[in-house]
């Protein structure tokens, strides 16, 4: 069975971590090795000293991309995800990876202000910390990704199957 | 001997002493995850052997064992879910293999090892669990209001919830040693939610016939509206249990647990359960665990044929009724007679009757039982 990435990218708040656990659990429900790449828990071990510069931002980044492409090619399939703001690492991220499916996780800024589950834009907000995205840095948003999917709009379950269509359409689900 | 524990061993995770102390003070600093009543009562089962061998709630294989084989990957029958949701915000900062502190009214009871958050189908969990995906259901509404995803993982109980009803709460640690004082080698167990009728004291005294010991279990837990009150089904049945059943051969304590309706599979659950309480035997009846018409009368029985390995022997019976020709309680099995004869025993008509200030006829309920239930101003759930 061929190894992918599926790459989901978004503001904070935008939903990426309860999208990518339950496609994680549609994944292994169809008998495949599903490795799941989730923002801070992989920053803590793969870049505890980096901080959020364009710079730390982007060799964080790249040492995921390469982690992903490790596993991918031995047959996982890597759900990743990660704010991922800048559309240049995740360009190379494809390139290094090839079998890479982007996922925009859209959603309004003013509503991921709203949710704020972590605190971190009220922090930003309040000038407690810097480099915020979508406040203070920029999030690009991907130019054309694979699969779009607006958590204002659809719900999980909308989102999710959109994502697993794409993947049988690119025949990553085939036995 | 009573039966053994379900998957072998007796899984107790209550800390106390020391070391009780100690994880309160750890508990303390850790993050905080504030979950229903519901969860807490689980937690409560898990941690005091209802629920062995599970040590937590489930895991994502786990889970999906349950939900496609109805056993644990170890093959040990097991019908249905226990786990613990919640949302993206609630687990902001928690990794697989963190600690969180669970609380509940406040107060921290539990402490648990977060082995793994997974998402999940709700649909197929209703599906496969509940045989339907509609939201008439009360299981599967239940099911459809849960968060988005799970954490599975151990729990230890560092402090119990309140119910109120700790009087009447034996442990299965503690029913085992009661049935053994008692001298009983095979005990059946009886689940109920209902102020005893004729019916419920025949289906418990023909069971009572093949064994040593009844254990009337009733469980305490969330309730529809017009159900009665916690308090009167436990009145009612003390009133029953002096008058009417010998001292030696019956005993009453509680079950905290809230009902799925989830049927046939249900009706699993709660002999595994019984198994653990110490019970040999467990009646099923019929539409055990049942609503609406969700499920066929006697569904409930045939599941039990797919598990040979239970260790606990279900005691199936036809619905008891009183027949005027026979001029006794009987079943459908020995009584050859018509409808016409029968006075069917049913909960709806009991209620019926007190809601209109009657007393339900003697063939159908006890005058002792009807007298406790008539001395409560609101027997039922408003």
């Not at chain 1, 505890?48 to 982007?58: I, M, N, Q």
């Not at chain 2, 919640?86 to 009871?109: H, N, P, Q, T």
């Not at chain 2, 509609?134 to 599967?140: A, F, I, L, M, R």
């Not at chain 2, 665990?289 to 969700?294: H, I, K, L, Y």
Request: neutral net charge; proline residues 5%.
């Amino acid at each position: 069975m061929k190894g992918f990435v599926v790459w989901l990218t978004g503001l904070p708040g935008s939903g990426k971590t309860t999208i990518a656990r339950r496609l994680a659990y549609e994944v292994r429900r169809k008998g495949r090795n599903v490795e799941l790449l989730d923002g801070d828990e992989v920053r803590r071990w793969l870049s505890p000293k980096e901080g959020f510069s364009r710079e730390d931002r982007e060799l964080h980044l790249k040492r995921v991309a390469y982690v992903c492409k490790l596993l991918a090619r031995n047959g996982v399939a890597v759900i990743a995800s990660f704010v991922s703001p800048y559309r240049s690492v995740r360009d190379l991220a494809r390139k290094a990876i090839g079998d890479f499916v982007e996922v925009y996780v859209r959603c309004s800024l003013e509503t991921c202000v709203r949710r704020d589950p972590k605190g971190l834009y009220k922090k930003a907000l309040k000038g407690e910390i810097a480099n915020m995205t979508g406040l203070q840095d920029p999030y690009e948003e991907p130019l054309d990704p694979e699969v779009v999917v607006d958590t204002e709009k659809e719900s999980l379950d909308e989102c999710v199957d959109k994502i697993l269509r794409k993947l049988e359409e690119l025949g990553y689900l085939d036995d | 001997m009573v039966s053994a524990p379900h998957g072998g061993k007796l899984v107790n995770r209550v800390a106390s002493g020391q070391k009780r102390e100690r994880l309160l003070e750890e508990a303390r600093e850790l993050k905080r995850l504030r979950i229903t009543r519901d969860l807490a009562v689980d937690v409560m089962n898990i941690a005091h052997e209802v629920y062995s061998p599970l040590e937590g709630f489930l895991l994502v294989e786990e889970f999906q064992h349950v939900l496609d084989n109805m056993r644990l990957p170890d093959d040990t029958p097991w019908t249905l879910p226990i786990v613990l949701d919640v949302s993206e915000d609630e687990v902001v900062g928690v990794s697989e293999g963190d600690e969180v502190a669970l609380e509940v009214d406040g107060r921290i009871i539990a402490v648990m090892e977060v082995e793994e958050i997974y998402g999940y189908d709700r649909k197929e969990y209703a599906r496969k669990v509940f045989r339907t995906e509609s939201t008439e259901h009360p299981g599967v509404k239940e099911i459809y209001s849960r968060k988005d995803l799970m954490l599975g993982g151990r729990v230890t109980l560092l402090d119990h919830m309140r119910s109120g009803f700790e009087k009447y709460l034996l442990w299965p640690a503690e029913t085992r040693v009661l049935f053994q004082e008692r001298g009983w080698r095979t005990v059946v167990g009886f689940q109920t939610r209902n102020a005893p009728h004729i019916g419920h004291e025949y289906l418990q005294k023909t069971a009572l016939t093949f064994v040593d010991g009844l254990f009337i279990n009733p469980v305490i837990g969330r309730k529809k509206k017009g159900d009665f009150r916690d308090e009167v089904i436990l009145e009612a049945y003390k009133a029953l249990i002096e008058h009417y059943y010998p001292r030696s051969s019956a005993v009453m304590s509680v079950l905290l647990y809230n009902m799925r309706y989830a049927g046939p599979r249900e009706a699993i659950f709660h002999a595994i359960m019984r198994k653990n309480f110490g019970c040999t035997h467990f009646v099923v009846g019929r539409d055990h665990a049942g609503v609406g018409n969700f499920y066929g009368p006697y569904e409930a029985q045939e599941i039990f044929r797919e598990f040979p390995d239970l260790g606990i022997t279900p005691l199936f019976f036809k619905e008891f009724f009183y027949c005027r020709k026979c001029g006794g309680v009987v079943n459908e099995r020995f009584c050859p007679h018509d409808e016409s004869q029968k006075i069917r025993f049913s909960g709806t008509k009991v209620r019926r009757h007190i809601m209109e200030g009657r007393r339900p006829p003697e063939e159908i309920m006890r005058p002792e039982v009807v007298d406790v239930i008539m001395s409560f101003e609101d027997p039922f759930v408003e």
